[in-house]
């Protein structure tokens, strides 16, 4: 049984294209894990074969069948990922000057964005009759690929870096997983996942070198396309946080995939946000040539030193003519509690940094007043709770006295 839909691996540095029904995550004919792959579907397959209204009513990913790369025949391991809400934000437009939308990526099954991709990772791994699953992560793709691993009854075997936040590595343990914290930064720990994968070939979910992974994070596009259509107005720009850059870049085909098929009428500019402390792909879309590969951020899901989606994720930014910036950990802070004070809706740091972006970009004139901005929330606020803190006032201790609160409620603000 093949995939009819899914014609090649495309290689996308030399344009190589490879069988897809394959288990190759790079083109061989690089170095190390440069030759990125992209893969190519027969869109008149798939629209034929693409029944769903577009009505805005989106169950889970899975209303976009039809657009993964995945067999007729198998199982699919899903925990109902996607479907997630585009919330107003009139309280956050207000406070921004610009009308904004908040797509809550947050609450997927493990709390973040990257279940889209875990998804198709175990149901593919399954698929091809591997039991072993693993991959590197900043923390949030451990904690997806666990518990859609314990889904599909598959072993998990997880590399993270030794400083990811204790929060974070509690999650994969509940689910089951081995968690092997690697003294050493998020990139040690991914070049060590993919020299086990070559060695003992468990199945590697890396977003950014399984050419799989990046196709379950264009549901989001399809949705964002989706959603705005049902509301009438397509967004002049989305936002998203960048660590390997593989998220905005799958979000983008996605997006333009539906334009292609003419079933929205136009597509939102992409503008892409690193944290300071973790600038390549910035430094790279910008042709800077001061590029650092050290990652210093307290946005833990984009501290990437070397992404490996740089490729990807530049063109997604040059194709929907947008672009991207810097955000600093302080202004990531100040945007996560922004969007808790003024919306109720908990982000992560990583999430937070899209916010803090659009900041930027008001300040700068690349958004302009009038403009419409959909910024993702990528991961859950609670999945690492002590770095938000400290941008907060804080807890006010007081005695169990009426006299404490009268002190501190007294005068016009009473009642
Ligand atoms: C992984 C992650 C990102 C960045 O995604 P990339 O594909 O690495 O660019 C952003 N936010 C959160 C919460 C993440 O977990
Ligand atoms: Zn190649």
Known sequence: MVMEHVTALECTICGDEYDPDQIIYTCPEHEGVKGILEVKYDYDVIHDIFEADLDGVIDSQWKYEAFLPVHDDAEIITLNEGGTDLFDAPNLSDELGVETLVKDDGRNPTGCFKDRASSIAVT????????????????????????????????????VPGDAPSGKLTQPLVYGADVLAVDGSYDAAYDLSVEVTEKYGWYNRNAAINPFQVEGKRTVGHELAEQSTARGKIPDWVVFSMGDGCTIAGAWKGFREFYELDYVDDTPKMLGVQAEGASSIHDAFHKHDDVDDVADTLADSIAVGCPRNTIKACRALEESGGTSLLASDTEILEAETLLGHTEGIYTEPAGATSLAGVRRALEEGIIEIGETVVINSTGFGLKDTEGARKATSGVTEIDPSLEEVQNLYSGAEQA
């Open 124 to 159: 593919k791994a399954k698929r091809a009759g591997r039991e072993i699953i693993t991959c590197a992560s900043t923390g949030n793709a451990a904690a997806s690929l666990s518990g859609y691993a314990a889904r599909g009854d598959l072993d998990c075997r997880i590399f």
